[in-house]
């Protein structure tokens, strides 16, 4: 059992999150029923601490890491379990996005608690732009072997019962946005307009030689703990993460013109991707949508905006056809389970306080139909 992710119904599991990867819900919906670990809860509190500038966890501690994923996975991700989840594995995570000013030669420093951290670049390293050599990345860069330092060492030393995910792309404006500061960004989409397809193209070129490398890393392991479901097809290291976080300040056009064609090319690529979108982004829903061979869109709620399952069937017919996911408290989920009124084809994410009643909860969940 080493090598597969250990769940009791994992053919299940896979089974229907690849009838919702491919829209053949009907009916039905998708639910993550997560059961709190109560021994975790303290241990959680007291590893935070406070945020403060400190070294790269994966720099200071790399072995500590792992140890720490492989406690997890088995906290969280008991064989018992029968919601439609499994493990993901991010191991780069706790590099940040401003790696990719690292990746470019640009000083970062890093922040974060006991138990992560994330970097920062004080000044954007794309000073002049019409200079800018739109270079492929380069292997003998630090942060480039560290990354691929890292996935490797994940996956010879931590047992293959999850999947592995290569870091998110940043590509586009949010590339952008990292090398020349925010405010700078934006302007140039004005000032710099005649750059910008060109700087875009790159974005998405090194995204993927990036990606590419370390899926590669990952496929023998992903492969080993998908045990030849055929689901493996949208797992990390087949499809990549995307992000369309810098265009939430921005008016629709503006992605429509500089973003949703790159993203289309990536798409397409890979035969499938994984995005979200944040509350300040629902503008762009419809545009997203046109990005049809998008796997799922998580639907993320922040402060200042309706929480996502209350707009569900909205959002879920703005974004059609590609399917969404969102977090539900508990009792309203259990509302709309009992009363049949949670919109179909959606993935729905909630918590409970034990595994007996979540995999009573995900009875009713397999039998749903709207």
């Known amino acids: 059992m080493g090598n597969m992710i250990v769940k009791d ?8 999150l690849l009838a919702y990867a491919e829209r053949r819900l009907g009916q039905g919906i998708l639910a993550s029923v997560g059961a709190t670990a109560p021994s975790t809860g303290n241990a959680d509190a007291q590893a935070e601490g406070g945020i403060q500038t400190r070294e790269c966890l994966l720099l200071a501690d790399l072995a500590g890491c792992v140890r720490q994923t492989e ?42 608690t006991r138990s992560h951290t994330w970097s920062y670049c004080a000044a954007p390293p794309l000073e002049d732009f019409s200079r800018f050599p739109f270079a492929p990345l380069d292997p003998a860069n630090y942060w480039y072997r560290k ?61 993927c030689a990036l990606y590419d490398a370390q899926a590669e890393l990952a496929r023998d392991f992903t492969t080993r703990a998908f045990g030849g479901h055929p689901f493996h097809r949208y797992s990390g290291a087949c499809i990549p993460n995307l992000s369309i976080d810098a265009y939430g300040l921005c008016a629709a056009e503006i992605y429509r013109k500089w973003g949703l064609e790159q993203h289309r090319r990536v798409v397409n690529r890979y035969g499938g991707g994984r995005l979200h979108i944040h509350g300040n982004g629902r503008h762009l829903c419809e545009l997203v949508a046109q990005n049809t061979r998008l796997t799922s869109c998580n639907m993320g709620d922040d402060v200042g905006y309706p929480p996502a399952w209350t707009i569900v069937r909205k959002l879920r017919d703005r974004m059609t056809p590609v399917p969404i996911e969102v977090n539900m408290p508990l009792d309203a989920f259990l509302q709309g389970l009992s009363q049949h009124t949670l919109p179909a084809g959606v993935y729905y994410h909630t918590m409970t306080d034990s595994l007996a009643d979540a995999n009573r909860i995900m009875d009713q969940v397999f039998e749903y139909r709207e």
């Open 9 to 16: 119904n994992l053919q299940q599991t896979f089974d229907r």
């Open 71 to 112: 406690s997890s996975l088995r906290d969280f991700f008991p064989a018992a379990l029968r919601c439609d989840y499994y493990p993901v594995v991010n191991p780069t995570m706790n590099f940040g996005e401003s790696i990719w000013s690292g990746l470019l030669g640009a000083p970062i420093t890093f922040a974060g």
């Open 147 to 207: 990354m691929l330092e890292v996935t490797g060492y994940y996956v010879k030393h931590l047992p293959s019962r999850c999947d592995i995910s290569p870091f998110i792309f940043m590509d586009c404006l949010n590339l952008l946005v990292e090398l020349r500061g925010a405010t700078q960004a934006y302007l140039d989409l004005y000032e710099n307009a005649e750059i910008i397809p060109q700087f875009l193209d790159w974005s998405v070129d090194v995204n």
